[in-house]
């Protein structure tokens, strides 16, 4: 008796994540603000307004295939299923927070790509002419982008954090990124193409800082449930593949029609197809009798993706991404090895998803790569055009040089990993706070305080049933029969 | 040897299901039939045609890249992927129907498509100078399309029909829909883009009127197997995802190019971005400590698509579009709280996926805000030529104005639920005939009868089988060790 | 006692399974060798290279558009969802060995695709003037289309075989691959566009003589593991369903732009949807109560795409193709029920996958028909320049007439079955030497020996742990009662 009544103690207890109030709260005053602020703020775009058709003919462009839309739609399909598909499925590889992990990832990326819309629209897409943002394809493609990089800070606190944390998270994650992502395109003129630095330097970074705040020295109570199962690693792989395979739209996205979009696309191939082999390599090397971990293969496999997101637009060549990717996929397994394990022991960071390993080292190193292959242009490999046209030497920037633009690269760099340490330790401060329901440390890496969990008993079909039956009866049996003995 | 017996006696007893003889008799006769309709009506149209390339030439095109193929083939790969694995895997949910969900929807889909572009094409590809309906892209579209309102019904009825009864409630359906179909088109003139009434209104008063035919007082004995568990509920969110992310393809792949696809799809990719967190905020509200429901996340987050469809390529600005996902977020998780259980005790509607709430009532309000944005519509925010370009406003319609337009609209709505109203109660009582093989009241929701299943037992690794024998084992000494005593 | 050392004893023996040097050391010497073969052969093709920009003006091509990558983009990423997510997932089928299924298929395609960049490179893409290969978006398909080849052949040996003898297979597969494929396309000047011969009859006889030359007669001791369970089914279906969706677009890929990828990408879609009619009629047929089995549904549903391979991008016409898929699905499911027991019983040949019936018979039917609509195309048909265009009679090859075409089509069917064939023998007898980490045969179809898996018991949520202690209390009750009787 006294064992149901401590085990319904256990189920009463965590009354703390409990958001009834909150979540509902935070979902429709947020929304309805959103709803607002597009009324105020936000338009069509020419090329997504009905007045196309005439512009078109005004401006004498010869058909309706120029239309942006029909240039970046097909990547921008291709990112769209990265960030629900990929990042939602690749974090259900935990045993029991599947639910959390592609729900929550649903929802603060529906949140965050209106709110990157309007953040990102007024640096980057006002109308001085009537105050109003424009917006069309590449509008949507960066706010895809935008959300990515909240998406990569949920990943080293999935499981620790509830709905409306990661809600408050993203709201300040939003905000942070275009700020940053406006002083390193526009102010400080950097390249990046696939947001090495903007997305994944800073998305890691925060995402750090938070785990770093949010620091629980009790997590092991709930280790039970800190692994997979099998199946779960088999959803995990969803994730990972579809972040493979689409990674070239993603670094090809934003890029310049024609050549830009074609090479970025070729480079990042070429990069995580190296990276796939290192990381087998590296996991099989560390491991007893060389057999391969899953965690290294969902995860490190993708690296080469984001280190040669800056790059992927210039003249890195071919066997230069093959390089960058075999360095990522080493240098990746390696922290799943050991930076992981000596992080959450000696540094106080907890980071369930390895985004050190997956995104914040990669994306370091693909900033770097970005500063030396910018530094080292020359026109005879780019061509006196191709050179302008590819760092965008127009404009206030007409006189840079490359090794200038190398410094800016660098620059940019630094600026990425300010702003995600700093703007990490800020928001942690405020996700302290004790009003947000995020679970206790035993209730960690468990959808049950969050979801209505199916019966699983029901689960087992009738011939199973039967037959346990039956073997359970065998056992009454036996033991029958032993004691006649 | 009693329980033995009766157990065998159920699993001997279902022979009705026995589908041996009519199932593949129908597959290939249809089949059959399809190859000689193809042969006597159906041929390539002038752009998948070898002529093209002369054609091309007399007509003084400049480029390949003017074929049609180009400015719709990724959307209609979008399409394709939400037809087969977004409808499929959304009906996996059930624990023990995931073989039937996938399956039956993909053999009713490639039954569907074949004999929607014969009747599509009579209606609207007919070439009256040789009497043959000239295919190409655009009619793969919207056979697809097609087929989404009889896979929508078929949310309705999973779990309770047989794969002969799926296939003659297809056949049905896409006759009643082409027929539909060109009334609201082309005679009435509504426009309909992304198909709110013709295909989800239409789908759903169709699949709802052919359950409420089929009505089963004595459901409740299969309730053992009416829920998911957690691995299937993680199934249906790839179902989930892949619809919600393509959605903005399906509202835009057969708009008009240049401005009317880009507005259709970014209309489109905000009101679902709306709805999300709307459904998640009811969710939460109506769940004793706010835990939110899978049931909801799946299905309710797809709301905003199906009511922005009628209206995603007018100009129903960006706030336009967030305020229906707002509504319908709401609409469709109340619909599921209160509702779906509503219908089933006293309308005697049993809706196993909710379709009522997913398609219904989402494809009336489409209908609705359709009606009104078409009627507020003005030169001035659409311009001259775009304001007959948008509401195809030439030919016999050339005098149309937007208020009578409006007006269309409305009419198109009820056409669309008498369609399928009308359609499902007459398909119903032919699917009532003892002759279709369709499962007993306990077996329903179970893949037992009509597919080959593997056998679970097996599953165990060998470790877990040593383990088990040890605990057995254990239990067994335990008990002999309290008999010593 | 006994028990547990023998037990332990099992776990300890595949010590010839350990690869913690041969896969690591395989991967880094073959990836750096990747490395500096392209550092030394590998340059960016005009269209992906910055000097494009000037070159476009140069040539005066009137927009960025006509870039090949905007042509075919939207193809190879529907290709590259279909060689990793597509052939990955859809051999998850075994109930124990989706990691090796996904893991294996990710590797050996990321080495593949680079070597095939090469071997391709040297025999179709290399710059004469500066001895470069020069890639870009099609090179790209291309590689991907290499790698299908050996993922076939993949299929045969799944579970059986080491990550290292894979890696072998891939080497020595894309190698021969190179050198059939231009044989077939250049020498014979045959047209192949969606590969029925070049890929699928190569890959498959490859596969097939691989899995002969390496027959295990004790297979049937890990005869427990050869089989799906109901998850593994559902993960299989994920593969098939990207596989059948995107087969469109594989065919359609590499064919001439404008109406040639049009009509290739139409006669694909509608031969798959004839196959799944007649693949689920046949399964019925052959069943006990007309049950379906889930092996056919998840492959002989593919069959219409690779039998309409060849001929999709000729004048096959719609009905054409319902005639092709109507036949493959009926072979092809008669080929699971009869002929893969008969050629593991009596020819030796232990086809895990069934690749015979998928990929060989469908191959070689679609090498047939291609040549006979080759042999019987007319000008009237296809008009004067749509029969050259369509069969690229010019250069050399400007005399060919269609008939003469037919015969270099069958010659090539020939070509691509005994490169197949000889090549499996040669490359089996490689892999027979003892050296490559193979498994034992009571280890075969099991993850166990070469990944780190979770421990599954940790799975069980905890509700039913404490469901099974109060259950097996309630044995251990129920006995001590019994015994006080």
Chains 1, 2, 3 share one sequence.
Not at 29 to 44: D, N, S
């Amino acid at each position: 008796m006294g064992c149901v009544q401590s085990f319904r103690e256990l189920c009463d207890r965590p009354k703390n994540t409990n958001v009834r109030i909150s979540l509902p709260a935070v979902c429709i005053v947020w929304q309805t603000a959103m709803i607002i602020l597009f009324g105020v703020f936000i338009r069509y775009n020419e090329e997504s307004d009905t007045h196309w058709i005439e512009q078109r003919k005004a401006k004498n462009i010869s058909s309706d295939v120029e239309n942006d839309f029909y240039y970046r739609y097909p990547s921008f399909q291709d990112v769209h299923v990265m960030i629900f598909v990929g990042f939602g499925f690749l974090m259900t590889f935990l045993k029991r927070y599947s639910f959390g992990a592609v729900g929550y990832n649903f929802l603060i990326a529906s949140f965050g790509l209106q709110w990157a819309l309007l953040m990102q629209g007024w640096f980057h897409s006002l109308d001085y002419s009537d105050g109003k943002i424009k917006i069309g394809i590449e509008n949507m493609i960066n706010a895809d982008f935008c959300v990515a990089g909240c998406l990569i800070a949920y990943g080293a606190v999935l499981g620790k954090v509830s709905a409306v944390q990661l809600l408050v998270m993203t709201l300040f994650g939003i905000t942070l990124f275009a700020v940053e992502e406006y002083i390193i395109l526009d102010l400080i003129h950097a390249r990046d193409a696939g947001g090495s630095m903007v997305i994944h330097t800073f998305g890691a970074y925060y995402g750090l800082s938070i785990s770093w705040m949010l620091y629980r020295p009790n997590l092991n109570q709930s280790d039970r449930l800190q692994g997979s199962v099998y199946h779960s690693d088999v959803f995990a792989m969803i994730g990972t593949l579809f972040l493979w395979m689409f990674w070239p739209s993603f670094n090809s996205a934003v890029t310049d029609h024609g050549d830009g979009q074609h090479r970025a696309a070729l480079n990042t191939y070429l990069a995580l197809a190296s990276t796939v082999l290192t990381t087998v390599a590296i996991s099989s090397l560390f491991q007893k009798h060389g057999k391969l971990d899953m965690v290294h293969i969902q995860n490190s496999t993708l690296a080469g993706g984001v280190a040669v997101g800056t790059a992927a637009e210039f003249m890195l060549m071919p066997y230069g991404s093959l390089i960058v990717g075999f360095c990522c996929g080493i240098i990746s397994t390696l922290g799943y090895v050991y930076l992981t394990p000596f992080m959450e022991k000696h540094l106080k960071i907890q980071d369930t998803c390895g985004i050190h390993n997956l995104h914040a080292m990669p994306g370091v190193i693909g900033g770097i790569v970005g500063a030396i292959t910018a530094a080292t242009a020359t026109e005879s490999v780019y061509g006196v055009e191709g050179l302008r046209n590819t760092f965008d030497f127009d404009g206030d920037f007409k006189d840079t040089v490359p090794t200038r633009q190398g410094g800016l690269q660098a620059a940019a760099l630094c600026v990425a990993i300010c702003f995600g340490v700093g703007g990490g330790i800020l928001v942690g401060c405020i996700l302290r706070l004790p009003i947000w329901g995020d679970p206790a440390d035993d209730n960690c890496f468990d959808d049950e305080p969050y979801w209505e969990l199916p019966d699983e008993e029901e689960a087992i079909p009738p011939i199973l049933q039967y037959n346990n039956h039956m073997r359970n009866k065998d056992i009454v049996e036996s033991n029958f029969s032993v004691e006649q003995t």
